[in-house]
C-alpha cells in the first residue's frame, strides 16, 4: 500500500516536511518543481504512516485503498513520477 496524493494538490510542501522517508516529490530545489502541477508520493518510499494526511489543508492525500473511483487514475500518476 502507499499514500497518493490528487490534484488538488497546492504544492505548499508542508507534507514533505513531516514525511519520515522523503518520498514525496518533486521538492521545492529539484528542477521538476516548478512545471509539476502537483507533488507525487513515491510508493516504493512510503511507508503508509500517514503523517502527511493531517497536514493537508487541502485534503489531496488518500491512502491508495481508499481512493474514490474519480480519483483512482491518481495511483498510477503518482508511481509514473519515479519510473
Ligand atoms: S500538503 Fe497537500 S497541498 Fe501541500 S504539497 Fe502536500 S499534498 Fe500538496
Ligand atoms: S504516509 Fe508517511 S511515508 Fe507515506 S507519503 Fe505520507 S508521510 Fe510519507
Do not use: R, W
Not at 5 to 22: E, G, N, Q, R, S
Not at 33 to 59: K, R
Request: proline share 7%.
Amino acid at each position: 500500500m502507499a499514500y497518493v496524493i490528487t490534484d488538488t494538490c497546492i504544492k505548499d510542501l508542508l507534507c514533505v516536511d513531516v514525511c519520515p522517508t522523503d518520498c514525496i516529490h518533486p521538492k521545492k530545489d529539484e528542477a521538476a518543481f516548478e512545471a509539476a502541477t502537483q507533488l507525487y508520493v513515491d510508493p516504493a518510499g512510503c511507508i503508509d504512516c500517514g503523517a502527511c494526511v493531517p497536514v493537508c489543508t487541502s485534503d489531496s492525500i488518500h491512502p491508495v485503498d481508499e481512493l474514490p473511483e474519480e480519483l483512482k487514475q491518481f495511483a498510477e500518476k503518482n508511481a509514473a513520477f519515479y519510473n
